[in-house]
């Protein structure tokens, strides 16, 4: 599955960005889709997924829990990651990835997801 991530840019600390992730080559039907971020000269980190697509289970890192919502539109087979109450922390290059064969424990490592999309960058300023 090909993955393209985009909604990126340069927003004051406050406001919100939608990102979006879409894929082409397989459905997201049963993939669980991640989306992490890596800082300037910070590993990549995870910041929330939908386990097994459809299921409707979703998993948020602490950092962003209350702020961003992962959701999907299956008809479009897009991704999003609505991001609300910026803060410079945010700061990162923002990836989607896509796994079809996800285990619960392992959704927010991103060494287990085998598809990943080109990064979007996410610039919060004070």
């Known amino acids: 599955v090909q993955l393209q991530a985009s909604g990126g840019g340069l927003v004051q600390a406050g406001a919100s960005l939608r990102l979006s992730c879409a894929a082409s080559?397989?459905?997201?039907?049963?993939?669980?889709i991640g989306w992490f971020r890596q800082a300037p000269g910070k590993e990549r980190e995870f910041v929330a997924a939908?386990?097994?697509?459809?299921?409707?289970?979703?998993h948020y890192a602490d950092s962003v829990k209350g702020r961003f919502t992962i959701s999907g539109n299956n008809a479009k087979n897009m991704v999003y990651l609505l991001m609300n109450s910026l803060r410079p922390e945010d700061t990162a290059v923002y990836y989607c990835?896509?796994?079809?064969?996800?285990?619960?424990?392992?959704?927010?490592?991103?060494?287990?997801?085998?598809?990943w999309g080109q990064g979007t960058l996410v610039t919060v300023s004070s």
């Open positions: 080559g397989r459905t997201f039907s049963r993939q669980t």
């Open positions: 990835a896509a796994d079809p064969s996800m285990i619960l424990s392992s959704v927010r490592d991103s060494h287990s997801y085998a598809y």
């Open positions: 939908i386990f097994r697509y459809n299921s409707g289970s979703t």
